[in-house]
């Protein structure tokens, strides 16, 4: 079976594998905390739900109570897995890039002369520096974000659906509405992010260059042509970058705004329910966190995507520099 279109555009990421493997128990456990953290978060609105219809009625006062220390305790709950979630992905992205950084160095090291000779300096201080930056925000913040939102997203839809069947309708054929931006502009914005990481190291490259050969470039007093050159190149990678944000900008405010709009309208339909007498308002109540939760992780789905094309295009770099082969041995 072919891999999807989009599939292949994060598949470089697949090559940060052996970085990760030594340390796969932290992974299980930072897996782990992530998802008591999106069940915790799961939770509260079905407490709130029977605090509204159980705890402020008549015949349950006495029951107000309970629901209260239910809440707190999954507040408990979720910010406990929510901290050791942050410590591990951290200290594993920290960890993974240190890492790399001496695999590539150890490697650049053992390459020949003609190496050094057809290869600029500054273009690998950049894959050392600005690629492996990248790579850490995704490893340490990203995954577990992206990983977490996915969770929220499929838990969420599965309440609303037990919920109101009939309201998670409407929402969840919406949702073809908010991947159509997602696919013409993910694909945008990898193209564009590569692009940037190539001007940064074009320009890096060029500063290489210069200062390794200063004498050079002073005795023909070439530092003016020289400060020029580098300011163009400063400038065209600037001009990139500021196209891959303008691209990202659109796709984050596409989804959120196309999202929301749907979830309004339902959440109206919802109202009309209760003021008919079909649903009760702490069902309306945990209807509507549900569906801000699963809105938001889909906004946070997107900008996570955007990340994850952006560490690929740096991770595909990398592993070129640590694929290449000395003809001396």
Known sequence: MPTPPNARRITPLLGLAPFLRPYLGRWLLAFVALAVAAGATLALPVAFRYLIDLGFSPGHRGEIDRYFIALFAVSLVLAAATSLRFYLVSWLGERITADLRRAVYEHVLGMSPQFFETTQTGEVLSRLTTDTTLIQTVVGTSLSMGLRNF???????????????????????????????????????????????????????????????????????????????????????????????????????????????????????????????????????????????????????????????????????????????????
């Not at 109206?268 to 809105?295: K, N, P």
């Open 151 to 329: 969770f929220l997203f499929t838990g969420g839809t599965a309440m609303l659906i037990v919920t109101s069947p009939v309201l998670s309708s409407y929402i969840l054929a919406t949702l073809v509405v908010v991947i159509v931006p997602i696919l013409v502009f993910g694909r945008r914005v990898r193209k564009l992010s590569k692009a940037s990481q190539d001007r940064v190291a074009d320009a890096s490259a060029l500063a290489g260059e210069v200062l390794n050969a200063m004498p050079t470039v002073q005795s023909f007093t070439q530092e003016p042509f020289e400060n020029a050159r580098f300011g163009s190149a400063v400038d065209t990678a600037f001009g990139t970058a500021l196209d891959r944000i303008r691209a990202r900008a659109w796709l984050t405010a596409m989804v959120i705004v196309l999202m929301f709009a749907a979830v309004v309208f339902v959440l109206w339909l919802g109202a009309q329910a209760v003021l008919g007498g079909t649903m009760s308002a702490g069902e309306l109540s945990q209807f509507i966190l549900y569906a801000v939760v699963t809105a938001g992780a889909v906004g946070a789905i997107a900008e996570v995507w955007g990340d994850l094309q952006r560490a690929a295009g740096a991770t595909e770099r990398l592993l070129q520099l640590l694929g290449a082969r000395s003809p001396v041995q």
